[in-house]
């Protein structure tokens, strides 16, 4: 089930929040428990039971622990954790691909299992490790009671695309929270936001790459490739975007404080700049329990180099069991050691423009390796986008330009603080007492005219994938 899905907004979400307010006390904790398990049990039912048994794997090794705290037993359930949930996502992610490298290599035949990806196991697992490592760290109290825990690690909003919720960051809500009319109201203006930004601009713009994508390479125009990567880009900025908005006024709603997960990425002047601002919580994770219990930048630039291209080898394969997202971390590591190294001194000395299109640059030719799990279309793509196409436009991409020109206008504003300091503004210009009624209205009009529209186009239109679902 997505959250921008009919089904999802007329029949599960009201009668969850009916329950979940309707319920006293500690029951909300239940409520939320059975209700993301069936939230994930709509779509894979069968990998429910993964998704109780990470539960009961990390609850227990937490407790083990507290337990053995101070003796040499105390590493006994960090270790448990760690295969266990390294151990689920190796075998059903990795399995597969690492046979058919080992095929490559050697020659082999390595049987593979050929089982589906449970959605979002990327996630929940990171999540649940943290668990158990910030308590070995002293850094989060261990969890008594396993219903509270179960809740944090099946919380529906952020469960299959994140943003990758630590337990010590809501370790306090989890028990004690509070529901407020205003917290569940700005809860509901963020989901709508995110609604419009996947259903109005990442579900649109990404037809136009859909187009681009199942166009013959030998039939692709130079103009063509670049519009489709374009879009590409746009596509997967407001579809992951916009459901961490959602996911982050789902949380508001029912009393929790989620990190946020994007800061207008685009706009940055540098790589480095880009991964602070991209994917946000990804970043915290790998930096906090793994860059920095390597060393970090403690001891000396070559270890630090060491690693961050050992952050960035994971953060490829973390993305997807694929050649193509090992070159993808790849080409961000290069830069982002190059920019350690010189690049960044360099950068500072010129026009900031100059820091914005290189970027830009570095991006656009990072999304065919991220898009095309087939290396060989990566680098076909690339090709053309550089010149090696036969042509290099046509009446198709003047077709495309002029159809979706409205739109990449729209988004390339969407990805920038342009709008939401023109909000601020007009906040700030009817904040007066005797303006209150008109920033109400205005508010309703807004978030009214965007929920019509996306609920339109759910409708009405039949195209309304989620990419981080994969992952």
């Not at 939230?39 to 990470?54: D, I, N, Q």
């Amino acid at each position: 089930m997505v959250f921008s899905s009919l089904t999802f907004l007329f029949l599960f979400l009201p009668i969850l929040l009916l329950t979940y307010y309707a319920s006293p006390g500690r029951a909300k904790n239940a409520v939320l428990f059975f209700g993301s398990l069936l939230f994930y049990a709509w779509g894979e039912p069968v990998y429910v039971v993964l998704m109780v048994f990470s539960t009961l794997l990390d609850y227990t090794c937490g407790r083990l622990v507290e337990r053995y705290r101070g003796t040499s037993k105390q590493k006994i359930g960090l270790i448990l954790s760690l295969c266990g949930n390294l151990g689920l996502l190796f075998f059903f992610k990795y399995a597969d691909f690492l046979a058919d490298a080992l095929h490559m290599v050697t020659g082999l035949n390595v049987p593979k299992h050929g089982l589906p990806l449970p959605i979002g196991i990327s996630f929940y697992t990171f999540q649940t490790m943290s668990y158990t490592i910030d308590v070995y760290r002293g850094k989060a109290k261990m969890q008594q009671n396993i219903l509270s825990f179960g809740t944090y690690v099946t919380l529906f909003p952020q469960l299959i695309a994140g943003p990758i919720v630590r337990y010590r960051d809501i370790a306090e809500e989890i028990d004690h929270r509070t529901h407020s009319f205003d917290r569940f109201g700005e809860g509901a203006r963020r989901f709508v936001t995110g609604l419009a930004k996947k259903v109005l601009l990442a579900n649109n713009i990404g037809l136009l790459w859909e187009t681009v994508l199942h166009t013959e390479i030998a039939q692709l125009t130079t103009a063509s490739a670049w519009l489709g990567i374009v879009a590409f880009g746009f596509q997967i900025y407001f579809d992951f975007s916009g459901y961490s908005d959602m996911a982050i006024g789902l949380g508001s709603m029912l009393g929790f404080t989620f990190p946020e997960n994007f800061n207008y990425p685009f706009i940055s002047k540098s790589v480095t700049e880009f991964w602070q601002r991209w994917h946000i919580s990804l970043g915290a994770w790998f930096r906090d329990y793994v860059y920095i219990p390597l060393g970090g930048n403690r001891r000396g630039l070559a270890i630090q180099l060491r690693n961050i291209a050992v952050v960035w080898l994971l953060t490829g394969f973390w993305h997807g069991a694929g050649w193509n997202y090992i070159l993808w971390g790849a080409w961000f590591c290069f830069f982002l050691i190059a920019e350690k190294l010189f690049l960044l001194r360099l950068l500072s000395r010129l026009p900031k423009v100059c820091g914005h299109i290189y970027t830009q640059c570095v991006l656009m030719i990072s999304w065919p390796l991220f898009a095309n799990e087939d290396v060989g279309r990566c680098f076909s793509h690339l090709r053309v986008m550089f010149g090696g196409g036969v042509r290099v436009i046509d009446d198709a991409a003047c077709y495309q330009f002029l159809t979706y020109a409205p739109l990449l206008i729209v988004c390339t504003i969407g990805c920038t603080p342009l709008m939401k300091k023109a909000g601020e503004k007009i906040v700030a210009f009817l904040q007066a007492p005797k303006k209150q009624p008109v920033l109400a209205l205005c508010d309703l009009v807004r978030l009214v005219g965007l929920s019509a529209l996306s609920l339109a186009y759910l409708i009405g239109g039949s195209y309304n994938p989620f990419l981080y679902f994969r992952f």
